[in-house]
Structure formats: C-alpha cells, structure tokens
C-alpha cells in the first residue's frame, strides 16, 4: 500500500468522486459500527448517490430501528455489490478476523477499498486507511467526514451518529469522552435527534429473556486475585434455558466494574463454533494487549477475541494473561 500523507482527505475525495459506495462493518456489529454504516448510507443516499450496506452475519435486533427499509445484505453478496460500487467504505474495523471470511475477495478489490477506523490495530486492507485512535468511535469520524464532502446531514443520519458515539461512549461516561466527541453530538442535537427518545430505543425495549441471560451471568460471576479480576461465562444451555439470544449480552461484560476492587472484566460466551471473549479494564491493565495476545484487539480499556478452546480451561489463561499484563501495567 502506498503512503498516503493525508489519509483523511483522500478518503474524502474518494467519497466525492463516487457515484456508487458499498459500505462495509465487522461481524457481531455494535452501535458504533452500525451507526457509522447508516449514517454514512444515509448521507451519501441525500445526494442521489447510490449506497449499499454489508454486514458479515447476524444485525443484533437492538438496532433494528436504525434499518427500517434497508436491512444489509449479507456476505454473500459481497462480490457482485463491490463490483457495482465506485467505493467500498469498511468503518470500524482494519481487521481481517472481523471481517468474516472475505479475504480474498477484500484483497482482490484493495484498490477500491478505504477504511475508516478508530481501532489501534489494523491489517492491510484496502487502497487507503484513516486510523485515528483518539477518535472516541469512528460515528466521530464519520460525522467529520460527512461534514467534510459537504454532504446534508438527514435527521436519519444524525440519529445513526448518535447511536454511534454514545454507545462508544457509554453516553459519555467513558474515560475516551472528549471535547472532540462532544462537539460532534453539540451538531447532531442541532440536526434534530431527541436524545430521551434515541435512549428508550436502544435501553428501554429489552425483553424479559435478556434479563433472565443477565442474571445467569451474574450467577456465573467469579473474582480471583484478591478481587482484581471478574469473569463471567454464559454457555449454550444458559441461552436456551433463558430463550436468549446471543446478541442480546452486549454490554454484560460492564458490570463487574461496579465492584470497586475489580480491575478486569471477563466475559465468555459460548457460540455453536467458538467462544467469544469480551474484555473491559478500569485503564490500568491494557486488554488490547492481552486481546492481541491471544489473536484478537480493540483498545486499551476494551477489546476482544474468538477461541476454539474448551470454555474453563481458556478462561483460567485468560486470568493469568490480565494478571501478567495487570503486573507489567502497575509496576
């Protein structure tokens, strides 16, 4: 990939020159990822360009709103809609692994290819690739792109940003929270958004099996080393004994964190072909390294990873993973 001095304008260019984008985020979505992704169709769409959107596997029914008449296809569809396209936009990611087995056919296209992320880690995918780490959630840096191409801001798309920063953000309670961030939420208040109502979509609409899932996992709770470490494991019988779904634990990994002793917070879940891990830190202990050590990423305070390991016996590496990491971060 050629250097680019500013990756920033180029993707912008590149958005002003397409008549076509196909925009593109990681499997398991979150707010952040979803919200970038609409927005970002919703704008362009504003200016009578055309915008498809992609998702590698399941749209967590939580954000169900933010897609009322155009659900994202799916990986399968990948090759023909990317050939359509004069763009493809990946936000929220630079990160094969997350980007479900589309390799190779991300690789064959790389010259049509440009990433936007906020994520510290990164493979080399696409022709060029804006990395900002100190963007709070890359909604942050899809509003200034947004802003940037002088593209309208529809009341949808402000909303989809919202979604994007305040869930990155834990509305604003995270130590990532900056001037930066603000500003960019001061403009989408100004676009419209109803921030009581964006709320009660996205944390006052749970169904009663999540809350089941949740105190199963609160019963599987466990704190090591003197109560620095939290983990907490939900297997397949707990999703079927509760009649959940597996998007419906987004955001258990937090609650550990209301004990005050507890630096670490580990969350596994078992899925049909792998364990997923979740990773929060107060900041002290740098998850994204343990993450990466393991195959996965993210940032310092949160991160993730999939494993094909027996669920106990990897959760006790994990533990001893923090600890070590937990020793070299305080020393």
């Known amino acids: 990939m050629r250097t680019v001095d500013n990756p920033k304008a180029e993707v912008v260019e590149r958005l002003t020159d397409a008549r076509s984008i196909l925009i593109v985020t990681h499997a398991r979505p979150d707010g952040d990822a979803l919200g970038s992704m609409a927005a970002l169709a919703a704008a362009a769409r504003a200016t009578g360009r055309k915008a498809c959107m992609l ?23 990948f090759g023909a809609l990317a050939d359509e396209a004069d763009l493809v936009v990946i936000v929220d990611t630079c990160a094969f692994a997350q980007l ?33 780490a100190s963007a709070a959630a890359a909604g942050v840096m899809v509003e200034e792109l947004i802003e940037a191409c002088g593209w309208p801001l529809p009341e949808t798309a402000a909303e989809a ?23 960019a939420a001061a ?8 921030v009581d109502e964006l709320y009660a979509r996205l944390y006052q609409c749970d169904r009663p099996e999540r809350l089941d899932l949740l105190r199963r996992a609160l019963d599987s709770a466990e704190l090591h080393h003197d109560g620095r470490i939290a983990t907490m494991v ?3 019988g707990d999703f079927n004994a509760a009649r959940a779904r597996l998007d419906e634990t987004e955001n258990f990994v937090n609650e550990p964190l209301r004990v005050g002793r507890v630096e670490v917070s580990i969350l596994l879940v078992e899925n049909p072909d792998c364990v997923r891990i979740s990773l929060r830190s107060r900041g002290h ?15 310092v305070r949160a991160a993730g990873l999939r494993a094909q390991e027996d669920v106990d016996q990897f959760k006790q590496r994990l533990v001893a993973a923090c600890l070590a990491r937990m020793g070299s971060d305080l020393d």
């Not at 998702?55 to 569809?77: K, S």
């Not at 869930?167 to 500003?183: I, P």
């Not at 202990?285 to 940032?299: L, Q, T, W, Y």
């Open 187 to 194: 403009r989408l208040f100004e676009a419209g958004v109803h």
């Open 234 to 236: 939900l297997r397949r």
């Open 100 to 132: 479900d087995h589309l390799d190779d056919e991300l690789t064959a296209r790389r010259g049509k290819i440009v990433v936007v992320d906020h994520h510290a880690t990164a493979d080399d995918i696409g022709a060029v690739r804006w990395m900002d």
């Open 55 to 77: 998702v590698p596997g399941e749209l967590p029914a939580r954000y169900d709103f933010l897609f009322p008449d155009d659900r994202p296809a799916g990986v399968a569809a």
């Open 285 to 299: 202990v740098d998850v994204a390294e343990v993450a990466r050590s393991f195959g996965g990423g993210g940032h």
């Open 161 to 183: 940003l919202l979604v994007a920063i305040t869930t990155d953000t834990g509305w604003f309670r995270f130590a990532n929270t900056d001037g930066r961030c603000l500003r």
